[in-house]
């Protein structure tokens, strides 16, 4: 891209376009905490090897993976990635910053798209896949959106047990539209409690995430038949695909539309960085999904071939008949999940699933035994919440200096839920892991 400098005229004239005297005046509406002011605090230029030599020492002051050991997950989980899906996934065919889904370009790549709906499909029992969306949180907001659209009824039920930054940006979405979303509360079982929504009416959908933030397992098919009794679809969103490797998946217990994040499935934890967003739903509803469908067909010839079949997106409709805004997918992120999936395989996940289940009711009970109280007793996945002694949060600073992340503190997302900690293990933290972690925790605790 070209570097287009602006000069103090260009500047002028468009701040007169816009009725502003000066810069500051065009950003006055920025909240102060989030307008810098004065210079930028920066040292002296470098050179490459001082820089790089800077660089890593400011990360040694960070505790990062995989230099330190967490015991976290809310919506980001540590899994063993196969090397067979990194060495296949840096081959030069699929590794392009060119985008070679069109028909005419790589039948390989929309093959990938179309195994990888296909194995989507099948994970979360649903009937139509689509070819990927940026991440989780922003797949929910277009599930509910899609419900809109499908009903025509301005009104959400949101559970409070759908991960905090997930509902942030759900509401980043509908607020300036003026649909309405009303917050569902949470049990003392840490579970959805649908009786507040008992007397709501006119709502497109209820829409929940399982296992929810908590790591507890929803009752879908309740929440689904719920919806449907009142003339709303049902929702569900997750985080973590690789417990249905072991649940029941939405689609057996009556979802509608099911989305969610799917970094889990063969791809890097890189905070912040790379991510997939998964989107399934019933095949009434295809034509309304966001995004876009590959297919499999025939040519004239009778061979099989791949070609893009629905793709409601603006660039290749009138923007008014447009299902969202969405003009791509995380196609390589996509094909990624699709080899880690097919790697696996259905046993495989199953095994992957129930080591994960089994690791985290292991640590719940060890923790148990060290003085924690289990805050939610509901049937949980691989995190869980506890409620800690009071003394653990200088604990958990001491934990944090030596490289030791003990859980995530949520008083930060729910008040109410001062003193607890949302725990993690997956398949890559050992039983010598856990034990030792609990040891660490129990010295720390009698210092």
């Not at 020492?57 to 989980?77: I, K, Q, W």
């Amino acid at each position: 891209m070209r570097y287009l400098p602006h000069t103090e005229d260009s500047i002028a004239t468009m701040l007169e376009s816009v009725g502003a005297k000066t810069l500051d005046d065009l950003f006055s509406h920025l909240p102060g905490d989030c307008v810098m002011k004065g210079p930028l605090n920066l040292p002296a230029a470098m050179n490459e090897w001082e820089l790089n030599r800077h660089m890593d020492a400011l990360a040694s002051t960070m505790c990062a993976m995989p230099d330190c050991t967490a015991f976290l997950g809310a919506g980001c989980y540590e899994h063993y990635v196969p090397t067979v899906v990194s060495n296949l996934l840096g081959r030069s065919e699929f590794l392009t910053a060119y985008t070679p889904y069109q028909p005419e370009v790589s039948q390989g790549t929309l093959q990938g798209i179309y195994e990888y709906q296909t194995l989507v499909c099948r994970l979360l029992g649903m009937e139509v896949a689509n070819a990927s969306m940026y991440d989780g949180a922003s797949a929910l907001a277009e599930a509910v959106l899609m419900a809109f659209r499908i009903t025509r009824k301005r009104k959400v039920a949101l559970s409070r047990a759908v991960h905090p930054l997930y509902r942030d940006v759900v509401k980043t979405y509908l607020t300036p539209l003026g649909f309405e979303i009303v917050e569902i509360p949470f049990g003392e079982d840490g579970r959805t409690d649908l009786a507040a929504i008992q007397n709501t009416s006119d709502l497109a959908a209820v829409a929940v995430q399982s296992p929810n933030f908590f790591g507890c397992v929803e009752d879908l098919t309740g929440i689904s038949g719920h919806a449907h009794r009142n003339g709303a679809l049902s929702v569900v969103s997750f985080t973590e695909p690789i417990a249905y490797g072991l649940l029941k998946n939405p689609g057996s217990q009556g979802a509608d539309i099911v989305c969610g994040e799917g970094r889990s499935l063969g791809l890097t934890q890189s905070f912040g960085g790379v991510s997939l967003g998964m989107f399934a739903a019933k095949m009434d509803y295809a034509r309304s999904m966001p995004g876009r469908l590959v297919g499999k067909t025939v040519d004239k010839n009778g061979r099989r071939g791949f070609v893009i079949t629905l793709s409601t997106r603006e660039q290749h409709i009138r923007r008014e008949k447009a299902t969202s805004n969405i003009c791509s997918n995380q196609s390589l992120c996509a094909l990624g999940a699709a080899m880690y999936m097919a790697c696996l395989g259905r046993t495989g996940l199953r095994d992957l699933a129930r080591i994960n289940y089994n690791k985290a009711q292991y640590f719940r009970e060890l923790l148990n035994k060290a003085g924690f109280e289990t805050r939610f007793e509901s049937p949980v996945f691989n995190e869980f919440v506890v409620r800690a002694p009071r003394s653990f949060e200088q604990a958990y600073n001491r934990l944090a200096e030596r490289k030791i992340v003990a859980g995530l503190p949520l008083a930060e997302y729910y008040p109410e839920l001062e003193g607890c900690y949302l725990m993690c293990v997956t398949e890559t933290k050992t039983k010598d892991d856990i034990d030792g972690f609990v040891k660490e925790v129990k010295a720390c605790l009698n210092r």
